[in-house]
């Protein structure tokens, strides 16, 4: 389930709002809480616009429109398709809502705390992944999220992994050219076996015939 919710502007980090946890739940994900802070400071109009982020028993989520970040923290078993549905949602509630005011640039931090209110509503709504309603959405073919980035925290804090669309590319075109090359390697064996292989097997056995009627004959 969705343990927590926060909603931050890309440009300059400002939070606009974030979900009321109880006190055990906000002590808990202290710690979570404080990476995705990390998260929020290495995004930038670069950034792949949704992203799930491993981390001990919890994964953060985030999904980026119109340069404000919505991010939650859930149980590892939360179903990812549920998690971007509801960030989805959140979205586009919050653009709805408040629209050009959240890009405005004096607002101060959590300018928009009373969005919670539907932040909880919709949070209960997704708690149970095996309601009807839930298990429709993870029958929709609405979106792809194996096609979503994801990361291991430790790799994104302490080795220095980005979340940058172009960085994401680059990996993708090395793993595609390592593809490449290894299927041109392929196909060059298949044709020198089509070219030789049957002239090759056929003077072998040739060879084999003349060696055995010499050798015992």
């Keep these: 389930m969705v343990k927590s919710t926060l909603i931050v502007r ?3 980090k400002l939070p606009l709002a974030a979900s009321m946890d109880d006190g055990k739940t906000d002590k808990d994900l202290a710690k979570y809480k404080e990476q ?3 998260i929020f400071k290495k995004l930038n109009s670069h950034s792949e616009p949704s992203c799930s982020i491993e981390s001990g028993p919890y ?21 990812r398709k549920l998690a ?3 960030l989805k949602e959140l ?10 005011k959240a890009r405005e640039p004096k607002i101060r931090p959590y300018a928009f705390i009373k969005f919670d209110t539907f932040i ?3 949070k ?6 095996r309601t009807q309603q839930n298990l429709s959405r993870l029958n929709e073919d609405l979106q792809d999220v194996t096609k979503i980035m994801s990361k291991n925290m430790e790799d994104l804090l302490w080795r220095g992994d980005s979340l940058d669309r172009m960085n994401t590319l680059s990996d993708q075109l090395r793993d595609q050219s390592l593809k490449y090359r290894r299927d041109a390697r392929k196909l060059n064996l298949e044709a020198l076996y089509r070219k030789y292989g049957i002239p090759a097997a056929i003077i072998l056995a040739v060879l084999l015939i003349i060696y ?6």
């Design 120 to 122: 909880q509503k919709t």
């Design 84 to 86: 971007f549905s509801y």
């Design 10 to 12: 890309v440009a300059d």
């Design 91 to 100: 979205s586009d509630e919050f653009t709805m809502s408040y629209g050009d």
């Design 59 to 79: 994964t953060l989520h985030y999904y980026i429109e119109s340069g404000i970040c919505y991010l939650c923290i859930s149980d590892q078993a939360f179903p």
């Design 36 to 38: 995705a802070k990390e």
């Design 212 to 217: 055995i009627r010499y050798k015992f004959f």
């Design 124 to 129: 209960r709504i997704y708690e149970d992944s």
